[in-house]
């Protein structure tokens, strides 16, 4: 149940909006909780991005990130425009206090959202939630400025991991279009969210890779990383997010998987990603974790060679070879 024109009488009314999106933002998050103010002040009203969490050091460059504030008093608000929240406690530690705003807006692609708005504009076959605002703002009456075709492409080119994943459709790739002849700065997107590396980070990289170990006949793939590595390089855990991708990666993988040494005494983090249709959440599980069934995690006690040799026993199980 979608009320588009609900959605836009609400924006269109209100002088000031609060901008809300979800807990540990993302590239659409951010995307859209900034195009959206600066669309809305380009309006003439008063809008204010909420950050309610922080911010990503890849994503720190974005047209209007000093304008993030913690420091907002809802009731001073005509409505608040929520982002990219499929679910109301998403929103971070005041979810309920913005929840019991009168005039909450919810603009979203997430099959699942809890319609919690007054108003609420759920496309749930949408790429992202960026691609929703790309046709939005021009009903609100909003040009869109190179600024805010910067944000909305950054929204969609990370939500289709650079249009590669399942959420990449013909519409997304359209709105891409437009929002390039309208002045997006695509090189700097791909750039400083896909590229941009450190020195440090591409050695442990290395250290990482040296670990990999393939088992299984090539079905199941993986990398450990020491603490000791993180630590001699001065590198968090933050710094190897997108690691597990170059197991996944291996032509004939079923299944790959990192795992993390955490700090303290014999913990060790797991990430698992499933090529072959198998569900990974069931696995993790079997260590107390959970997850997606084709992305999840866990933590188990033990050792990383004691962690591994069960966890690929699990594996084979999972794929059937055992
Ligand atoms: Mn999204």
Redesign the pocket.
């Given at each position: 149940m979608n009320d588009q024109a609900k959605v836009i009488a609400m924006l269109r009314a209100a002088r000031s909006v609060l901008v809300v999106t979800h807990e540990n933002p993302?590239g659409?998050?951010i995307g859209g909780l900034l195009g959206l103010t600066h669309a809305l002040r380009n309006l003439g009203k008063q809008a204010t991005p909420y950050d309610v969490d922080r911010m990503p050091g890849y994503l720190t460059w974005v047209p209007g990130a000093a304008w993030l504030t913690n420091d907002a008093d809802l009731a001073a608000y005509d409505a608040v425009c929520v982002l990219?929240c499929g679910a109301a406690n998403r929103m971070g530690p005041r979810w309920q206090e913005i929840l019991a705003h009168p005039r909450v807006v919810d603009v979203d692609?997430h099959p699942t959202n809890e319609h919690y708005g007054a108003a609420n504009l759920v496309e749930g076959t949408a790429s992202?939630?960026s691609e929703i605002l790309c046709r939005l703002l021009p009903e609100l009456g909003a040009a869109i400025t190179p600024a805010i075709a910067t944000l909305l492409y950054l929204?969609i080119y990370t939500?289709t991991t650079m249009f590669q994943n399942s959420a990449t459709n013909p519409a997304a790739l359209r709105a891409c279009g437009d929002l390039v002849a309208a002045g997006a700065d695509f090189q700097t997107v791909a750039r400083r969210v896909y590229i941009d590396t450190s020195a440090a980070r591409l050695a442990m990289l290395g250290r990482v890779l040296a670990t990999l170990q393939v088992d299984d006949g090539g079905k199941i793939v993986g990398m450990v990383c020491r603490k000791k590595d993180l630590d001699e390089l001065g590198l968090g855990p933050d710094d190897l997010e997108t690691f597990v991708e170059h197991p996944r990666a291996v032509i004939g993988a079923g299944v790959a998987y990192m795992l993390r040494e955490v700090d303290g005494a014999g913990l060790v983090k797991g990430s698992l990603r499933a090529i072959a249709d198998i569900d990974v959440s069931l696995v993790a599980g079997r260590f107390g974790g959970g997850g997606h069934k084709k992305a999840a995690g866990f933590r188990a006690k033990g050792t990383l060679a004691e962690v591994r040799a069960q966890l690929i026993e699990y594996l084979r199980q999972a794929l059937g070879t055992a």
């Open positions: 993302d659409d998050a990219d692609h992202s939630t929204g939500d």
